[in-house]
């Protein structure tokens, strides 16, 4: 039994690595975590009994919480191979412009706390996972505006907030990495490319399965090495 759960998957990219979680015969349970039911048509209208769909907010720690009960129940005392934190918000924020402390604040509640919360409320299942099969994983879906080395670029002008909360997830990910491995369970950092998406925009270079049928496969075909590590959905390393 192989189990995965992914967050922000109504839409855009966590829908697409639905979909291709599900392309994977391998993979047993999907438990999909959405915010509102009533805008996952896309999601719940797929026919699959592999797949659970779960109401939960992210950013709210009982609601991870009851998450938690409910996803201990789907996969029965075997725990959580794989944790996908994939939901993520872009707002717009300039530097030389006025700085909305809500934008700043927001950005880092959704894009890097919530992938905190997630992983701390569900190291329970995935070192259940880990003791019984080897190795669990998490997946924190970021982004290359989040790298240092990118910043001094005016391609990562407009969205500043996004960018530095995408940077905090980058170093949440090397301290899940190195703090979970005593339990096994390894922790990378992926982006996506560009991609059409609300968030990426129709102008972006990648479809959904352009991007996400490579990621599915880089996140499952993961090993000890990769631990820690920062890598484009094509597999090459991100600079940090
Ligand atoms: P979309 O804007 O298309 O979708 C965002 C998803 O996140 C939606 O499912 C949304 O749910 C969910 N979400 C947002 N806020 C919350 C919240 N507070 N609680 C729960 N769920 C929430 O974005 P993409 O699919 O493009 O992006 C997915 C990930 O990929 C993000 O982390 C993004 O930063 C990253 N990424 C995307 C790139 C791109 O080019 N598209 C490039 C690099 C990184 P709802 O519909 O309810 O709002």
Redo the contacts with the bound molecule.
Sequence with gaps: MVSALV?????????GLVRELLKDPSITIVIA????LE?ANDLTSIDDTRLHVLK????DEKSVVEAVEKVTEIVDGKGLDLLIN?????RPLKLDGDVDRSVVMESF???AF?PLLVGNKFLGLLRRAAELKGSAQIAN?????GALENAMSEATKPPVA?SMS?AALNMLTRRQAFEYKEYKVRATAF??????????TMN?A?S?EESTGPLTKLIMSLTEEHNGEFYRFSGDKSPW
Aim: aromatic fraction near 4%; hydrophobic fraction near 40%; charge should be positive.
């Design positions: 967050t922000g998957t109504n839409r855009g990219i966590g829908l975590i959405v915010r509102n805008t939960c907010e992210i950013t994939n939901a993520g918000i872009m509640e959704v894009n919530a879906i970021s982004s290359g505006l996004y995408k982006t996506p490319g560009w991609v059409r998406t609300d968030m990426g972006a990648l959904v």
